[in-house]
């Protein structure tokens, strides 16, 4: 049984190496002339402008997770909706729940004061 | 079983007492020694009535198999699930330890009176409670309920020791714990060894057993042959037991508890620390050790034969050089108890019955011997030997009642201490197990313990007399009264041992059955 | 268009689960829409509520064997003592937290359906027999625990706490998932036993083999992962490592619950896995679990040794009785089944009990928690001394405390398990146990105070002491109580 995963492992290594390959061969091939400019971070585009660990505003995060949820609600939605014919009058309150769910959540977090951006 | 549950009133009393003491108002110390005294009285009046039930002989027991005869027995279920009950009775061994028991704390009651100042009330509800887990260890029947009046007895005893003992009170009360807490845990594991061993064995031939801790019923299966333990399992099982016992009797090595407790301990706990405490240890060793594994005990019986005798000389020893008379009492109770467990492990009839006998006389003595330390302590201000000298003149009366104790101690014919003692010997002489050689050494213990004991009489009481010792009171009315009344029994005892012996050796005789049966089958 | 089965779902086998959920949902919306601040004891109060009513809800499916959503949730008398428990666990836990919070300035009304959602969470997995439910369960249980750990923002220890807590928390989810995972890949199936005939189970599948001629390579590897998370989350050694950081820094009614909570959910999803899906393995698993527990008794009270501070203390020790709870589950016996239900009875009770003796000692900012300030509390607060001792001699296993009879039950199930020897070692290390646990009476009674420090009791202080005292006392002297009702959980073992 273990002679499946063998598949797996060769793929595995297949796919490691198609990207892997070319940067060393690349590293190898290409001639090497370094200027400062080059060598700068972003060798086209703005000057870098201060430290890179800046301190994002709190909101940013709460935002992110509130999208990340209605986001995952949608995905599960969606197949219910396709098979709405087929679940009956169970598969819509259990799907009635669920949303129920997520607006008490909304609700909670518009109380909060998550949702504003100060 | 009794329609008339006089076992359990003697049992339960002190601790009503103690509730009650709990409901009483606040500030009355007067009040609350009074009642403690009260109900420890009321304890000991009652339990004179467990006597009336020993005045007529057990008839013969049914059959050479038939498990040590109980009598007030109670018994209720309390855990039926597994087979724990409320049994409660008693026989030749336990009659006289209850009765020392009740007998001495009334006098630890009284005692405590001039030395206990300081939270009165806690002290007298620790007192009652220590009282009824003394008599249930005594009492039960059941192997489960015996272990949880074993370690409750542990509680107040550090409690007391450790609230209003002397400067060194918290490290002597939690070492006295953590030793004797850690080998009864060894004891518990055994404890479930047997009831498991049990109860697949008899489960084996009936289906459907749930087990029982009932120790009756266990030694009936065993001496009939329904259920086996032997070979190295039965002398583990031996060893958790003995574990436990050794070190509360204390057996030398366990005793290194012992000095710190005994020499930090007020004189009221001390008392019943050394007279009634340690006596749990050597009634264990009879109770169960002996009665459930007759053969592991016969195969161990030379070791801790040895060990006893070490403890004998030992304790006599390290007794003669002190100085403490507190410190060389406690060392002269593990040289006597060393006679104990000596008597206890020669197997027999006789010595068995000496022991128990011993254990009576021991706890009397001792308890005499720590009072009369504690009332020169409270006359001095000090317990040192040096501090005292030529006290027979100022305190005439406590010098002879000291005497009279001391020889008791010694083993002077005539008094209780050499009956007890005599019987021993006699035992470990003709012991299956023991022989001559434990005699001889045993002899020397009792020569050293005249020494010591005639040394610290001869040094506090004999002499020139000090400045300082020459004005000390003697013995007030109450004083006297108290310690006429141990003294009582020393001299009663030694007179009319047969008070004491019929009965013991009949309680003896349902443990030695099951020791016969084993050397027969040997 | 044809409609697709819809396995029947019987919400009797849910309705305490759905009570407290639902109950948790609508008070986080009362709370945060009408409880003013600094009145959110009334939430506290709506909480408490909340939980006896799921108890109610509870009582009169004591006996049923159902189960429902495809098998994954059932409910039997052993999900129900659990529930219980767990119920009495959050309510004590947030009665001791009623003056707490304002004390400490961190009172926010989210705390109680917090604390509501972990319970239902430890519901879940006291009633799952599904791995994959499990997971969800001990998902809901740590998420919910990671914020309550870090409640008492903005105090850095706390916070601090929380971190380590979440860090250590997801890698012991990643080691259940992949455990899991692996076990699909082996056996084709997540779910622990068949409650319908036909149904594929781990039981089943070992059932069907001869072991000799499968390879049960990837089972054994993903049981283990699976033993691996467990172990992170009961704080097994040598998994235990953030047990007396995360303990000590967070707020100490949280600490109070999880110590109990957390390992009892944990224990009895284990115990569910081991004995009812994995019994015929117990060869091979014995021998780890087994040593396990010896080392997790050893280590937990050697470390408890040498603290000063209380709280510290009773960490490491929860550590030990994690090790003692382990006994009744490794046995695969009605008897340690029962066991098992009654330690972790007794041990919440006097857990829960001796935080919050130290919650009253508590001021804010300031915490009294060394062994100094326990000195002479006889004299100061003769209440507060008096239940710390019963429950100091509960968990050192004196009679007559819950705590004995506890051990005395899972020490009894070892040895008729044919591990005497492991009952020997927690034997012993009771005994080490005993010193530290004593020491504390010790301070209490026997000595003077050192230090000014003025405990402070209020009445759901004073409530929750005296429920887990009186219990503990209780259940100690009359265990018959509660023998009698563990004694109808014993589950189907090995089904």
Known sequence: MLTNYAFIGILFVVALSFPLLPLIMAFFLRPKRPTTIKQSTYECGLEAIGDVHVQFKVQYYLYAIAFVIFDVEVIFLYPWAVAFDQVGLFGFTAAAVFILMLFLGLLYEWKKGALEWI | ?522 | ?495
């Open chain 3, 1 to 495: 268009m044809e409609q697709i089965q819809i396995p029947p779902v019987d919400l009797a086998v849910v309705a305490p689960l759905i009570t407290v959920v639902g109950w948790a949902i609508v008070l986080l919306l009362v709370d945060v829409f009408f409880v003013p601040a600094g009145q959110k004891r009334i939430t506290g109060y709506l909480g408490i509520a909340g939980l006896v009513m799921a108890g109610a809800v509870a009582a009169p499916l004591w006996g049923s064997d159902s189960s429902t959503f495809g098998g994954m949730l059932v409910l039997d008398n052993f999900a129900l003592a659990l529930t219980w428990i767990f119920l009495l666990i959050g309510a004590i836990s947030m009665v001791i937290a009623l003056d707490y919070l304002p004390r400490q300035g961190i009172e926010q009304g989210e705390f109680y359906p917090l604390i509501m959602f972990a319970v239902s969470a430890m519901m879940l997995l006291g009633q799952s027999a599904n791995l994959i439910v499990m997971f969800l369960g001990i998902e809901l249980l740590s998420i919910t625990l990671y914020i309550l750990t870090g409640f008492a923002y903005p105090r850095l220890s706390s916070e601090e706490a929380a971190m380590k807590y979440l860090l250590l928390g997801a890698f012991a989810a990643g080691f259940f998932v992949y455990g899991i995972a692996l076990i699909y890949g082996q056996t084709g199936t997540v779910q622990l036993f068949s409650t319908a005939p036909g149904q594929e189970s781990l039981a089943e599948y070992l059932g069907r083999q001869t072991f000799a001629a499968v390879d049960l390579t990837l089972l054994l590897v993903g049981s283990g992962l699976v033993l691996v998370a467990f172990g992170f989350k009961v704080a097994l050694v040598p998994f235990h490592m953030w047990t007396p950081d995360v303990y000590e820094g967070a707020p100490t009614p949280v600490t109070a619950f999880m110590s109990v909570g957390t390992k009892g959910a944990a224990l009895a999803a284990l115990l569910r896995l081991l004995d009812m899906a994995l019994p015929s393995l117990q060869p091979i698993w014995l021998p780890v679990l087994a040593t396990l527990a010896a080392v997790t008794m050893l280590l937990g009270n050697l470390g408890a040794i040498a603290q000063s501070n209380v709280k510290r203390m009773l960490a490491y020790s929860s550590i030990g009785h994690a090790g003692y709870l382990l006994l009744g589950v490794m046995t695969v016996s009605e008897r340690g089944v029962q066991g098992f239900l009654f330690y972790l009875l007794a041990y919440s009770l006097t857990n829960l009990g001796a935080f919050a003796v130290l919650i009253a000692l508590e001021q804010r900012g300031e915490a009294a928690w060394s062994l100094d300030d326990f000195a002479g509390l006889w004299q100061r607060q003769p209440f507060l001394a008096l239940a710390m001792a019963v429950f100091m001699l509960s968990l050192a296993g004196v009679p007559p405390t819950a705590g004995f009879v506890g051990k005395f039950y899972v020490f009894m199930a070892a040895w008729e398990g044919g591990l005497g020897w492991l009952a020997l070692v927690g034997m012993l290390t009771s005994a080490i146990a005993a010193f530290f646990y004593l020491r504390v009476i010790a301070r209490m009674f026997m000595q003077e105070p050192v230090r000014d420090v003025q405990p402070q009791l209020f009445r759901g202080l004073t409530l929750g002491i005296s429920i887990a005292a009186a219990g503990t006392l209780i259940f100690g002297i009359l265990p018959t109580l509660l023998i009698n009702v563990v004694q109808q959980t014993a589950l189907a073992v090995g089904r």
């Open chain 2, 1 to 522: 079983m009794t329609s008339f549950p006089l076992l359990s009133i003697v049992l339960w009393l002190p601790a009503l007492g103690a509730l009650l003491l709990l409901l009483l108002p606040r500030n009355r110390d007067a009040l609350y020694r009074q009642v403690g005294l009260m109900f420890t009285v009321a304890t000991f009046v009652v339990s004179l009535g467990l006597l009336v039930s020993f005045s007529t002989p057990a008839g013969a027991a049914a059959s050479a198999a038939a498990p040590p005869t109980m009598r007030l027995l109670e018994q209720l279920p309390w855990i039926p699930a597994w087979g724990v009950g409320y049994s409660i009775g008693l026989d030749g061994v336990s009659l006289w330890l209850v009765l020392l028991t009740t007998l001495l704390t009334p006098i630890a009651a009284w005692a405590s009176w001039n030395s206990i100042t300081t939270q009165v009330r806690y002290f007298q509800v620790l007192l009652l409670l220590l009282e009824t887990a003394l008599i249930g260890v005594f009492v039960s029947v059941d192997l489960f309920l015996f272990y949880i009046f074993w370690e409750f007895t542990l509680i107040p005893m550090a409690l007391m020791i450790g609230i209003w003992g002397g400067a060194n009170r918290m490290a002597a009360a939690m070492k006295f714990f953590l030793y004797t807490f850690a080998a009864s845990l060894l004891m518990l594991l055994s404890i479930i060894g047997v009831y498991a061993l049990h109860r697949s064995a008899i489960g084996a031939t009936q289906p459907g057993f749930g087990g029982t801790f009932d120790l009756l019923r266990i030694v009936a299966d065993l001496r009939s042959g329904a259920f086996a333990l032997d070979g190295n399992l039965a002398r583990l099982l031996f060893g958790g037991f003995l574990a436990a016992f050794a070190v509360k009797a204390p057996i030398w090595p366990f005793h290194s508890w012992l000095p710190d407790a005994y020499s930090e301990a007020p004189t009221p706990v001390v008392i019943l620390l050394s007279a009634v405490m340690s006596k749990l240890g050597t009634y264990g060793l009879v109770r169960f050790n002996l009665t459930l594994f007759p053969e592991a005990a016969g195969w161990a019986a030379p070791a801790v034969a040895v060990l006893a005798v070490i403890g004998i000389l030992y304790g006599a020893m390290v007794a003669y050089a002190q100085s403490d008379m507190k410190r060389l009492v406690a060392y002269s109770s593990l040289s006597h108890m060393g006679f104990v467990v000596l008597g206890i492990f020669a197997l027999n009839g006789l010595g068995v019955s000496g022991a128990v006998l011993q254990m009576v006389n021991h706890g009397l003595t001792t308890a005499a011997l720590f009072l009369i330390v504690g009332m020169l302590e409270s006359r001095r201000g000090s317990r040192d030997l040096a501090a005292f000298g030529g006290l027979w003149q100022a305190t005439p009366v406590l010098g002879g009642l000291t005497l009279l104790v001391v020889l008791s101690s010694a083993g002077l014919p005539g008094l209780n201490g050499f009956v007890g003692e005599f019987t021993i010997m006699q035992g470990a002489y003709s012991s299956p197990t023991l022989g001559w050689p434990f005699l001889a050494f045993a002899v020397l213990g009792v020569v050293l313990a005249v020494v010591y004991l005639l040394r610290m009489f001869r040094s506090a009481f004999m002499g020139d007399t000090l400045a300082e010792t020459a004005s000390l009171r003697d013995l007030n009315r109450q004083e006297l009264a108290v310690l006429v009344l141990l003294c009582l029994p020393m001299v009663a005892i030694g007179l009319f041992p047969n008070l004491l012996l019929v009965s013991v050796e009949e309680g003896v005789a349902g443990v030695m059955r099951g020791i016969l049966v084993a050397v027969a089958s040997r």
